[in-house]
Each structure stands twice: as C-alpha cells, then as structure tokens.
Nanobody, 122 residues
C-alpha cells in the first residue's frame, strides 16, 4: 500500500509562486511513477504533470508548460510541484497520485492523496 499526503497549498497572488509537496509512504515509492492532477471549481479532474520513477522522464499539460516543474527525491519519498507565474485559472485542488506498476506509456494511478487547495487571486 502507498499513502500520499499533499501539502504546500495556499493563497497566492497572480504571478506568484508556490511549491507543493507530496510525502509518500511505502517501499514501492521509488519504483512508482508519480503525477499531479487538479480539479478546479465546476471542472473535471485534469492531468497536470508526471514524473517517472527514475526522475529522468517528465511530462506536462500544455497549460502549465514553462511554468510548473515536477521533481522527486526518492531518498525522502517526496515528489514536488514547483509552480511559478501562477494564474487565476490554476486555482484548484491539487492531488498527488502514484502508479506503483510504473507504466509510463499507460499509467494507472491507483493511489491518491487527499488534495491540497491552491487559490490564485487576480
């Protein structure tokens, strides 16, 4: 089993920055692909970013490319999402997810955190 706990959310002005953290427990973390999703008010959950178990491969939604950076520290069992140049449309609950099977081509995120609220004011 993998348990995920997000933190770092809060209120920030447009153009500002915020770093989210996802602390994971479980010995399979280092071999799990990790991802961030978000769900804005009245919207469906959408993919934000993902990082492979090795940390070498990453992918981003077009809406956040150039502004967000995903990283991980396997020694600390933590994945991060550095968010810069934040926009009001980035306002959402951000969720951390894990794919313990490490299928990069067809990820199955079966573990999810409780979410952390990010609010960007204009």
């Amino acid at each position: 089993q993998v348990q995920l706990v997000e933190s770092g959310g809060g209120l920030v002005q447009a153009g500002g920055s915020l770093r989210l953290s996802c602390a994971a427990s479980g010995r399979t973390f280092s071999r799990s692909h990790m991802a961030w999703f978000r769900q804005g008010p009245g919207k469906e959950r959408e993919f934000v970013s993902a990082i492979s178990w090795s940390g070498v491969a990453t992918r981003y939604a077009d809406s956040v490319k150039g502004r967000f950076t995903i990283s991980r520290d396997n020694a600390k069992n933590t994945v991060y999402l550095q968010m810069s140049s934040l926009k009001p449309e980035d306002t959402a609950v951000y969720y951390c997810a894990a794919d313990p099977l490490s299928s990069w081509s067809d990820p199955r995120y079966s573990y999810w955190g409780q979410g952390t609220q990010v609010t960007v004011s204009s």
